[in-house]
């Protein structure tokens, strides 16, 4: 038993907690990060590290064009390759009905300046070779989407969070948050620890609805089940990430730095709950999907497959601001895009929990918003 | 297996190096025990950051080794380490066969 004193406390070890807590610790505060597991225990390190700004909603547009350019710069950022590398994403029609679709998304992208083309078929072919366009109609390109390592970005976030004066806690289970009138005062853990800080940050992913209920609120997250699976590394041959969305679609791409393909499918129906038990169905369907689209991956070898939970705002879109207990603020519910919203993310909450505002407004976002407004492109 | 680990602690006392641990990734000693020195004292995180386990063997070849050396290191019994989840499908398949399973269950 010890008790601790900080200016914030970020509850969750994943890429928001890791992110936000170094940009809070750039700030000047010192900062606990208390990890129930260890980091990168939960979705984080399942996800498939894409990054992309191909988004239909314009807040979440604008969020993921600020996140790209920190992506670009984040290996110097945080003093380690986080392995950005910019090859595109790949969204492919095949009915007439998602061209449409990815044709008004495009129209809302160039308005932020994103530049993104509906390409035909055979251009489609050019940008990735051995691609079977068999039906394709075309897809949706944009070269500037891209790629980075969702444990070296997260670690990196938590030794800066570590340089900063700031600590990180493994096995920290927050099982108690203490309130002085509607005022957050302290966390407590499984083990008896006790943190101060006036500030406390839900970070916690899957499990946020939980870390909120201990403060009396409603955050409405709600995690199911996706399954990945990643390939030996073999010479790359492979740029943008191809996203097919028909019902047996996938999403794949192959790793920048090692050559290992890397990739998932959302499975209809949805499977809810935090179970991240792996399928025998998965494993035998996604090489299906993957080497329909594209043939020449079948000599290529799987090495693990395993689950992840997307933790699902209603609406598909994050929480992110304050909430009515005072100084107990959320950013969850990231609805599958956590990892590549966490940079952005990460500074704008930062800038809120500091200066009372952020540099882009993130009301849209806010927690008792009205969820209407869903995300076309999840 | 006992006597195994047993030979891996008196090895590392006769010369401590570049000694590979895991060789998928061809991570060393050093880097290993480095990793452990800065904090992280578990196989879950030092797999996460040097991809020990990630390789073609799913770990078989490396975990027991570092648990070794995060014993050494911080006197975490290996007993009481945890060992990350073992993950299909163990040994590497061609995506190719996998795929064709589901082929043929739909022609049927």
């Known amino acids: ?378 | 297996m006992k006597a195994k680990m047993k030979s891996v602690k008196k090895i590392s006392k006769i010369r401590s190096g570049f000694r590979v641990v895991c060789r998928c990734e061809e991570v060393t000693e050093d880097e290993v025990r480095a990793v452990i020195r800065n904090g992280y004292h578990s196989l879950e995180e030092i797999k996460r950051i040097l991809r020990t386990g990630m390789g073609h063997c799913g770990g078989r070849g490396c975990l027991k080794v570092i648990a070794r050396l995060i014993e050494e290191e911080t006197g975490i019994p290996i007993a009481l380490q945890k060992f990350p989840s073992s993950r299909p499908p163990l040994k590497p398949i061609p995506l190719g066969q996998l795929g064709s399973y589901r082929n043929e269950q739909k022609e049927r």
């Open chain 1, 1 to 378: 038993m010890s008790k601790k004193n900080a200016d914030a406390i970020v509850i969750g070890g994943g890429i928001i907690g890791a992110a936000t807590g170094y940009y809070l610790a750039k700030r000047g505060l010192k900062v606990f990060i208390l990890e129930r597991r260890f980091p990168c225990a939960g979705s984080t390190g399942r996800c498939i590290g894409g990054i992309r700004a191909q988004f239909t909603h314009d807040l979440t547009i604008r969020v993921m064009l600020k996140s790209i350019k920190m992506f670009q710069e984040l290996s110097e950022e945080l003093r380690t390759d986080v392995e950005w590398y910019a090859g595109g994403y790949l969204f492919l029609a095949f009915d007439e009905a998602r061209k449409k679709s990815f044709e008004q998304a495009i129209e809302i992208q160039r308005r932020y300046g994103l530049k993104v083309d509906f390409i035909s078929a055979d251009e489609c072919g050019r940008i990735v070779p051995g691609l079977n366009t068999e039906g394709l109609l075309g897809g949706a390109w944009c070269p500037t989407d891209g790629q980075a390592n969702p444990f070296k970005v997260t670690y990196g976030y938590l030794e800066g969070v570590k340089r900063l004066n700031g600590k990180v806690f493994v096995n920290a289970d927050v099982k108690k948050v203490n309130l002085s009138g509607t005022r957050v005062v302290s966390v407590e853990t499984a083990n008896g620890d006790q943190f101060f800080s006036p500030i406390v940050l839900n970070a916690a992913g899957p499990w946020a609805g939980e870390i909120g209920k201990l403060v009396g609120l409603e955050i409405p997250v709600k995690p199911d089940r996706h399954e990945a699976l990643v390939t030996e590394a073999v010479e790359r041959c492979l740029e943008p990430m191809l996203v097919d969305y028909r019902p047996d679609g996938c999403y794949f791409v192959q790793h920048s730095g090692t050559g290992h393909f890397i990739g998932c499918y959302t499975p209809v129906p949805i499977v809810p709950g935090d179970s991240v038990d792996a399928s025998d169905e998965f494993i035998t369907e996604m090489p299906r999907r993957m080497v329909r689209l594209l043939p020449k991956l079948a000599s290529v070898k799987v090495l693990r497959h395993w689950a992840g939970s997307y933790e699902m705002s209603p609406d598909g879109n994050p929480i992110c601001g304050r909430t009515p207990v005072e100084g107990f603020y959320v950013s969850a519910g990231m609805s599958g895009h956590g990892f590549m919203f966490g940079p952005a993310l990460g500074e704008l909450m930062a800038e809120l929990i500091t200066a009372g505002e952020s540099s882009i407004d993130l009301s849209e976002f806010r927690l008792d918003r009205e969820w209407s407004k869903a995300e076309a492109m999840k």
